[in-house]
């Protein structure tokens, strides 16, 4: 079930060089595994947009996608990426970026994204030249600047990127798809954390959830 935490009903940002401008909202989310079969989002604040800042929940578990801000102690050692349960951190916040688009324009499915931890500004990475520490798949980590390893493809069955229903999220230059597997945790420093990888398939290991998170709309689109 969706909640509305609060509303900023007042909040108008405008669109650098644009005379457009967005109204923002922050919303909570459900904390199961399975979008529900009749969503109680507000109406008009459907769809994810670009600007947003959001939680993925990982469709298999009751885990956030999180920067724990500990390095990997092997491969890249960039920043660990894991999903861990706890809902609330601001570690789990990322920030939806889409080239050219205007703040507030809903994200099509097929298209590039990247996601920008809002706590320590890393972006969500991945590279086929080293392994994950525990399952072995494709490492993906969180690094601290930008280049074509942070692209990733949001797909979706429906045209856009839905709230509350579950997408995969394709890494542009290997192909691979975010995942977390649960039977694979860490110890110490980050006990329970779920490992994140780049995983081969599509599959329910695979599949993440606009959950939590500030959200924008176009103030042309927005519910009145």
């Known amino acids: 079930m969706h909640f509305a935490i609060s509303t900023i009903s007042s909040l108008l940002l405008i669109v650098a060089g644009s005379a457009h401008s967005a109204t ?7 904390q199961t595994a399975e979008p529900a079969a009749e969503s109680a989002v507000t109406p008009g604040w459907e769809h994810v947009t670009s600007g947003s800042t959001i939680k993925l929940g990982h469709g298999k578990s009751t885990t956030r996608l999180t920067l724990p801000q500990v390095s990997y102690g092997t491969g890249s050692q960039q920043q660990a990426i894991t999903a861990f349960t706890d809902t609330m951190t601001t570690r789990a916040l990322w920030l939806v970026e889409q080239p050219d688009a205007l703040r507030g324009s809903p994200i099509a499915c097929g298209s590039e994204v990247r996601l ?16 994950a520490p525990i399952s072995g798949a494709q490492e993906v ?24 229903s579950p997408v995969y999220l ?28 780049g995983g081969k398939k599509p599959d329910a290991n ?14 042309d689109t927005a519910p009145s």
């Not at 923002?24 to 459900?30: E, P, Q």
């Not at 920008?116 to 392994?131: E, I, P, R, Y």
């Open 24 to 30: 923002a909202s922050l919303f909570g989310g459900k």
């Open 116 to 131: 920008v931890n809002s706590d320590s500004g890393h972006s969500l990475h991945s590279h086929a030249a080293h392994k």
């Open 141 to 164: 980590s969180g690094f601290d600047g930008r280049d074509s390893g942070d692209m990733w493809v949001v797909e979706c069955s429906t045209d856009m990127w839905l709230r509350e």
């Open 170 to 197: 394709k890494h542009v230059e290997t192909g691979r798809y975010l995942q977390s597997l649960p039977s694979k945790k860490y110890r110490q420093p980050i006990v329970g954390h779920q490992e994140v990888s």
């Open 206 to 219: 695979a599949q993440w959830i606009a959950m939590e998170g500030y959200y924008f709309v176009r103030k």
